[in-house]
């Protein structure tokens, strides 16, 4: 996570920053993953072998599904931004013929 | 005794209304000018029905509308306010007369803008006069700078535009930042803001707080013209002659001077005044110095205007002065000075314009012996000059009488020493005008040959006023019963 | 009916931007209007809302999406809309500006964004949907989801302005990315520690059972830090100012006034639902920097403000100032303090509004806003010019605006706190902001026009269009109206919406 947010905001390049922003979304949905593991637990999908029913939930068998629900949305949200970012990305390289901050700020204020 | 009334209330908006009357008739000149005798002549008479009631002691309370918890944009008649209402809105007719002698043959652009920020700002000087209570007070104060500011700048060329800019930087500087900080220091400790007899702070609140706040509100309500933030008035003098003579002699410096004496005897209390030494010390250092500091100013000004300018500042300083006395007879002749001053001044910078439009003169040596060519303009001049240093048989005289009375009641002889020296400067600064106007040979005879009265429209008004002051001086008890029924109010309540 | 309002307020403008989207394929002109009834479905549902709120005896509507709902011992499961006081006024505020917004900007997108109006219009609703969302919702992640939903159609809006708003909107892309990145982390301490999303849960379960816990302070931290990048607070407001600048000027008239203050409210209902105004108090490092943080933000806006020459890039600066307000007064954690903090996001919602509708009425008509030439514009256009001194005059405070009304509760709360540093920033910023109108004033209207001084009494009148002026001056006149008012709102609205905090 760390390695994300450094490379989003130190580096000039804006594809790494892009990729900064990927790998910092992808620790955070690891992070909630973390929080719903459980030992030896399956999927939370109601299966044969699983050794329980709707009503009746084997609760320690089944890791939690909410943080995995949460997630399958921040990943949708994450690749939507990932994309926009480089959309973004590639109509300022149009522009400029660079990815570099520093070189795009000489440019326009020229 | 209170009693509800919404007239108070009216006799504000009416002129604001004729605003938006006026602005409509860009193209009817006439139409235009009959609409703002006729919002001042309602306006009047809806203030002759409130002073029956006042003299016999009532106050009339509005309250339009709650603003804050416990403030609401209220009004509130007394004595002391109507007077200056009245003050106002009487000089209004004749300064109005005389803008249209002024303007209309100069087919100035502008008149329109010119009368209908003049209604607005007339409106918001009688609605401090009025206020029942800081906050109401501070949003009419605020109304009056920045609907005084296209007079200022009227001209609009660039010294105007340098005055006004100096004009708006000083005043709205100080009332945001001094006035309400403080306004907001006392909410936050007393949780009103009401103009009470005996003031709104408990015994305990320290005298150092009370202090800081004196000279936040003095210094914050700048149009009091109080040292050193007084250069926006000498300043705002680019203005044409009838703005300077209504709005920099009557409604903006004296509601500087008004909206002190409404804290100090409705905020802070005349006891509380009286009992607190380091609070009126400080209240008559600085007037005191600005007083003998502006005089002596005056005394080396050359150009006319700028010499009334700071005639005015040293004025204003008389006002306070008589606060910062904290006696009922020092009050009473502060309270009595706005309305005599308010005539005296208004008649000199009437004739100061009327000067420069007849001779082309500017400048206090240019005027030797204009006299026997504008007789009628030296004479009001002489008249109102008269009024400002305080000889019978003017207004003057009688509210510089309390204001020396005040001085002794409250043992307070170097005032009273202040107060002398400075009606010396007075004199010395204004009697020469006259003198030299009539008696001293023309520096260059040629120059003025042709010079002669102004219009009538503009010789009429300055004859009232200075017919004025010398009504004033007469008519001076019923003056003084209005100031009664507001010392009984403020001063005697305890 | 009834029962589902608080729904339709979300799903109006939602179901707008869908349908614009799809039916501009075979009528490009059908967009604008699909989403115009979207907006004032949505306004109608929330001014029902807040009437509603009025009437009820616990001021507060539950909505359970899908049927969820308490389930006992559990707590409340499934996504729950939750109005009261303070969002129903925030959310009648955002439907109404963003209503306003939609009927001014249809000239202005029609010149600026020929051919592309549908996508545009389908943007805009979809953002408006994101901003509703935030302010509605009662579930800290569904939040999240809408923020996002928010933020990425902002960007795309941003980038509708070409040339240099596509670095413009980049940068604004890795702020607020980060920003949400940490909110959701912080979303996460609080989950691991909690169990529940839910708002209502979890203001039962952290001010009382667990106050001192690391784990639920460090989501604190980290989620009012994510919504500071998302507001643009000091020292993340970097991408605000060109982002707003290069902007179409509809997209800066829809998203100024609107995405940072309901990231405020975000803020506050973080601070004061969530965490309870004890736990702020409790935490006296984060309270003593996020003042001094405040104070630094108002100073920086308002010099780098007074250095611009470009009124527009005026006016975003300004907005980085407000939010030093906000945030500042919702820190001060005592009464006075936050209610001015919830009073200055409606005010300086109809202030930034007005402001940038009025800019949007100028580049109309004579396509650029540099202060230099703005010269003779109340000849030009008297009724805008006019408008923006009246804008001005309220971001001043001059009274009877809003704008005074909200300094007055702010610098009342930070004299009760004793923060004087704070007192002195709004006092500067003040001072700064008229100097600023100065300036306007002198070249707007003392410049005259070479025409009128030849004695030529017909200056030529080139006002805008009336479908712009007509927004402009209602969100103009609300700004007096609100001063007006102020003591409805605060007594019958903003003072409900708050806890209780006991006077020192």
Redesign the interface.
């Known amino acids: 996570?760390m390695t994300g947010?450094w490379s989003?905001?130190a580096q000039g390049n804006?594809i790494k920053?892009c990729i900064g922003?990927a790998i910092?979304?992808t620790g955070?949905i690891l992070?909630?993953i973390s929080?719903g593991a459980k030992n030896d637990a399956l999927i939370p999908i109601l299966t044969e072998g699983a050794n329980h029913t709707f009503d009746n939930p084997n609760i320690d068998k089944v890791t939690n599904p909410l943080?995995q629900i949460?997630m399958l949305?921040?990943i949708v949200?994450g690749v939507?931004?990932l994309g926009?970012?480089l959309a973004?990305?590639q109509?300022?390289y149009q522009?400029h013929d660079s990815f570099d901050e520093d070189e795009?700020l000489n440019n326009?204020t020229k | 005794m209170e009693e509800a009334q919404a007239t108070p209330f009216w006799i504000v908006i009416i002129s604001s209304m004729a605003a938006v009357l006026i602005s409509l008739c860009r193209r009817a000149p006439n139409i235009r000018e009959a609409i703002i005798f006729l919002a001042a002549i309602i306006k009047l008479a809806l203030l002759l029905m409130l002073v029956p009631g006042v003299l016999d002691g009532k106050l009339y309370t509005f309250t339009l509308?709650?603003?804050?918890?416990n403030v609401?944009?209220s009004f509130k008649v007394d004595g002391a306010g109507l007077l200056f209402a009245f003050v106002s809105v009487t000089l209004w007719i004749p300064v109005t007369i005389y803008s249209i002698g002024l303007l209309r043959p100069k087919n100035d652009?502008s008149q329109t803008r010119f009368y209908s920020c003049f209604s607005i700002a007339i409106s918001s000087a009688v609605g401090v006069a009025f206020s029942a209570n800081l906050?109401t007070m501070?949003?009419f104060y605020?109304i009056l700078s920045?609907s005084t500011?296209?007079l200022v700048?009227h001209n609009?060329d660039d010294e105007?535009?340098k005055g006004?800019?100096k004009y708006?930087?000083y005043l709205?500087?100080t009332s945001?930042?001094l006035a309400?900080?403080a306004m907001?220091?006392v909410?936050?400790q007393t949780g009103s803001l009401d103009f009470m007899g005996g003031g709104v702070f408990k015994d305990q609140t320290s005298n150092t707080l009370l202090t800081v706040l004196a000279v936040m509100f003095l210094y914050g309500f700048a149009k009091a013209g109080l040292m050193p933030f007084h250069a926006w008035l000498p300043g705002a003098m680019v203005a044409p002659a009838p703005v300077s003579s209504l709005l920099h002699a009557v409604a903006v410096v004296k509601v500087g001077v008004f909206s002190i004496i409404r804290i100090m005897t409705g905020i802070f209390g005349v006891d509380k005044l009286a009992n607190t030494p380091s609070l009126t010390m400080i209240i008559c250092i600085i007037a005191g110095i600005t007083l003998i500091t502006a005089s002596l100013i005056a005394l080396s000004q050359d150009n006319l205007k700028a010499r009334l300018a700071y005639s005015t500042i040293g004025q204003l300083s008389y006002i306070i002065l008589g606060v910062g006395l904290a006696s009922e007879s020092g009050i009473a002749g502060a309270a009595l000075h706005i309305p005599m001053h308010a005539v005296g001044k208004i008649t000199l910078f009437l004739c100061a314009g009327a000067i420069y439009e007849a001779c082309g003169a500017k400048y206090i040596s240019q005027m030797n012996g204009i006299g026997r060519k504008i007789p009628l303009t030296m004479i009001a001049f002489f008249l109102g000059s008269l009024c400002v240093i305080g000889l019978p048989p003017t207004g003057g005289f009688i509210s510089k009488w309390y204001l020396l009375n005040g001085t002794l009641d409250s043992n307070q002889q170097w005032a009273f020493v202040i107060f002398l020296i400075s009606s010396l400067l007075n004199a010395a600064y204004f009697l020469p005008i006259t003198y030299k106007a009539f008696f001293a040979a023309p520096s260059d005879e040629s120059k003025y040959n042709k010079a002669s009265e102004p219009s009538m429209l503009m010789v009429i008004p300055m004859l009232l006023t200075a017919t004025g002051c010398l009504l004033v001086f007469f008519f001076s008890n019923t003056m003084y019963q209005f100031v009664e029924q507001f010392l009984n109010v403020y001063a005697k309540s305890n | 009916m009834i029962k589902h309002l608080p729904i339709f307020i979300v799903l109006a403008p939602l179901l707008g931007a869908v349908l614009a989207a799809l039916t501009s394929w075979y009528r490009p002109k059908l967009s604008f209007p699909i989403v115009l009834s979207g907006l004032f479905i949505s306004c109608l549902s929330s001014f029902c809302l807040i009437f509603n709120i009025l009437n009820s005896e616990s001021g507060v509507i539950h909505y359970q999406l899908g049927g969820w709902g308490d389930k006992g011992e559990y707590g409340i499961v499934g996504i729950q809309i939750t109005v009261d006081y303070l969002n129903g006024l925030i959310l009648t505020a955002v439907t109404i500006i963003s209503l306003l917004t939609a009927i001014f900007s249809s000239q202005s997108v029609n010149r600026e964004l020929a051919g592309q109006q549908r996508y545009f219009f389908a943007l805009f609703s979809l953002l408006v949907t994101g901003l509703l969302g935030i302010t509605i919702t009662g579930d800290i992640?569904n939040l999240?989801?809408f923020m996002?939903i928010a933020?990425?159609s902002s960007?795309?809006l941003i980038?509708y302005g070409k040339?240099?708003s596509?670095?413009a909107?980049?940068n604004y892309?890795?702020m607020g990315?980060?920003g949400?990145?940490l909110y959701?982390?912080g979303v996460?301490f609080v989950?691991?520690k909690t169990g529940t999303l839910n708002i209502e849960n979890l203001s039962l379960l952290i001010p009382q059972t667990l106050q001192t816990s690391q784990t639920v302070f460090v989501g604190f931290v980290l989620i009012i830090v994510g919504a500071w990048a998302k507001m643009a607070f000091f020292p993340m407001h970097g991408w605000l100012p060109n982002a707003y600048t290069y902007a179409p000027t509809a997209s800066g008239a829809l998203l100024a006034p609107l995405a940072t203050k309901v990231s405020v409210y975000a803020m506050i209902r973080i601070m004061i639902t969530v965490y309870s105004i004890d736990y702020v108090l409790k935490s006296p490092n984060i309270q003593t920097a996020a003042l001094l943080l405040s104070s630094i933000a108002i100073l920086v806006g308002s010099f780098f403000s007074l250095t611009q020459t470009n009124l527009r890039k005026i006016a975003c600066y300004f907005i980085v100032s407000e939010i030093g307000y906000m945030v500042g007064g919702a820190w001060l954690a005592n009464d006075?303090g936050l209610k001015g903090a919830v009073y200055h996001i409606i005010a300086d919602a109809a202030m930034t509004s007005a402001l940038f509708m009025v800019i949007g009425c100028i580049l109309f008509r004579t396509g650029q806003v540099e202060l230099k030439k703005l010269d003779g514009l109340f000849y030009k256009m008297p009724i805008t010019f006019i408008a923006l001194v009246i804008t001005m005059?309220a971001l001043?405070?001059?009274?009877?605006t809003c704008g005074f009304?909200s300094?007055?509760y702010l610098?009342?709360g930070a004299?009760?706190a004793g923060t004087w540093h704070f007192?002195g920033a709004l006092?500067i910023s003040?001072?700064i902001k008229?100097?600023i109108l100065?300036r306007i004033?002198?070249i707007g209207?003392?410049k005259?026009p070479n025409p009128?001084k030849e004695?030529n009494?017909t200056i030529p009148r080139d006002e805008a269009p009336i479908s712009m002026l007509i927004p402009t001056l209602i969100v103009t006149l609300s700004l007096i109206a609100l001063?007006?008012?102020?003591?409805?709102l605060?007594?019958d609205f903003i003072a409900k919406a708050l806890p209780e905090i006991p006077a020192p």
């Open positions: 996570m947010l989003m905001l804006l920053k922003m910092f979304q955070i992070f909630f929080i943080t949460l949305t921040a949200v939507a931004t926009v970012g973004l990305a109509k300022v522009q795009i326009q | 509308i709650n603003l804050l918890p609401g944009l652009l906050l501070f949003i605020e920045l500011y296209p700048t609009q105007a535009i006004g800019r708006l930087i709205l500087t945001v930042g309400l900080p907001i220091i909410y936050q | 992640f999240y989801v996002e933020a990425l960007y795309a980038a040339g240099r596509y670095m909107s980049f892309l890795i990315t980060m949400a990145c959701l982390l996460g989950f691991v006075p005059a001043i405070g001059v009274p009877p009304f300094k007055f610098i009342q004299a009760q007192v006092l003040s001072l008229a100097v100065f004033i002198e209207y003392n005259v009128a004695g009494k001063g007006i008012f102020t003591d409805t605060i007594t």
